[in-house]
């Protein structure tokens, strides 16, 4: 079993910055292959923003390239999402994913990004 827990989340303004972590227990994070970002705002379904696999090959959506950059750190079993140029449409609910044997998946944390 894993449990993934987000923080870092809450309110900034448009153009501003903020990194998301998510903390994974109950295995060591260097046995789980993908980590990543999803979001879901009101209204709409899940979607990916970026994944990292467990020799750091990254993905990413189309609207966040170039302003979104996904990490992990083994040693302290952690994913990151950095934001950076924020839009409110990136305002949403962001879930951690991980993927060992089968999909886990965090509590999520609200972002919202005001104009």
Do not use: H
């Not at 990292?52 to 994913?79: E, H, L, P, Q």
């Amino acid at each position: 079993q894993v449990q993934l827990v987000e923080s870092g989340g809450g309110l900034v303004q448009a153009g501003g910055s903020l990194r998301l972590s998510c903390v994974a227990s109950g295995t060591s994070s260097r046995s789980i292959f993908t980590m990543g970002w999803y979001r879901q705002a009101p209204g709409k379904q899940r979607e990916l923003v970026a994944t990292i696999t467990s020799v750091g090959i990254t993905n990413y959506a189309d609207s966040v390239k170039d302003r979104f950059t996904i990490s992990r750190d083994d040693a302290k079993n952690t994913v990151y999402l950095q934001m950076n140029s924020a839009k409110p449409e990136d305002t949403a609910v962001y879930y951690c994913y991980a993927y060992r044997v089968r999909n886990y998946w965090g509590q999520g944390t609200q972002v919202t990004v005001s104009s």
